[in-house]
């Protein structure tokens, strides 16, 4: 792997990143660009995308093109492109390639831009290297080795306009994570998953993955009402039933103790069929017969840190 190339495209990542950020000072949705480096080339070249149509999908189907296109011949190339996480603020991605490794790897940071009501523009947490599962350890090794986010930062401060502004942008982020509550719950938001309202008396939690996954990694969390009053133990049961209803079957299950709220839970783990997404369900019983559940989803690539996910969730569990 050319570690110089490499390098130079994280640079590059960062200094198109700082582009991006200085379009959404002024209150515009940033538009995607790619940026490459060639010998040809004295210096790097910044591409506007344009199509036919005006939707953004398209403009991002339209980059991506343009971007695999220029494979054969640019020493390194980044796009670049926005997206909504509406309520959790707004997100660029960034598509990172270069000589010697053609199979993009995706960055994504994640802001909070200015409102009618607030004029105020705030990056939300660090940086992301999304999907590293995706990626060979060779990779992360190299990436890791070459202080990848310091060399995204310092080619964000070379750029010539929003250079200055983003050491403040820096200064100024948004450290934490921000929460979420649910019922009398509490707990932070993880870094790198973002919260969405769900379709049910709930909230759900996605991982920020790359464009190209199709099922993104997921934790939903529920206040579900029961029948009867149960203790973990006669939930655990009940839930088991409706799982065996739908013709699957339970890989395991377990009881054991939520140290944060001292009380006792329920685990139960299965696979969708249809899917073929692992299932893990947790629910903690409330004194009201009913019962806080969280469920966590995710393709068998993405579960090991999905769980991480849901563990850290548990742990930080908090009521009001």
């Known amino acids: 792997m050319e570690i110089e190339h490499l390098e130079e495209a994280l640079q590059l990542a960062g200094w198109l990143l700082a582009e991006q950020m200085d379009t959404v000072t002024r209150g515009e949705v940033p538009h995607p660009h790619v940026i490459l480096s060639s010998e040809e080339l004295e210096w790097p070249k910044l591409v506007k995308i344009t199509t036919s149509s005006d939707s953004y999908e398209d403009l991002v189907s339209g980059g991506r093109d343009f971007f695999s296109d220029q494979a054969s011949h640019a020493r390194c190339r980044v796009f670049a492109y926005d997206a909504d996480l509406d309520p959790a603020g707004r997100i660029v991605f960034l598509e990172v390639a270069w000589k010697g490794w053609s199979q993009p790897i995706t960055f994504g940071q994640r802001y909070w831009p200015p409102t009618e009501e607030d004029d105020d523009f705030m990056l939300a947490g660090e940086v992301e290297l999304l999907g590293r599962e995706l990626l060979p350890s060779s990779v992360l090794e190299a990436l890791e080795s070459a202080q990848w986010r310091e060399l995204v930062d310092r080619g964000a401060e070379d750029h010539p306009v929003a250079g200055e502004q983003w050491l403040a942008w820096n200064a100024d982020r948004q450290a934490g994570p921000g929460c979420c509550s649910l019922k009398e719950f509490t707990f932070p ?40 009053e149960l203790n973990a133990e006669g939930m655990a049961e009940h839930f088991k039933a409706k799982i065996a209803e739908n013709d699957v079957d339970v890989i395991s299950s377990d009881i054991f103790h939520v140290a944060s709220l001292a009380l006792t839970a329920g685990r139960i783990l299965w696979v969708d069929s249809e899917s073929g997404m692992n299932v893990v369900q947790v629910f903690i019983p409330r004194k009201d017969r009913s019962c806080f559940s969280l469920w966590a989803t995710a393709l068998p690539e993405f579960w090991a840190d999905t769980l991480k996910g849901l563990d850290a969730v548990l742990a930080s569990l908090q009521t009001r």
């Open 189 to 228: 938001v993880l870094p790198g998953w973002y919260p969405k309202p769900a379709d049910f008396p709930g909230l759900m939690l996605f991982r920020l993955m790359p464009r190209s996954v199709g099922s993104i990694p997921a934790i939903a969390l529920v206040s579900l009402d029961m029948e009867e």
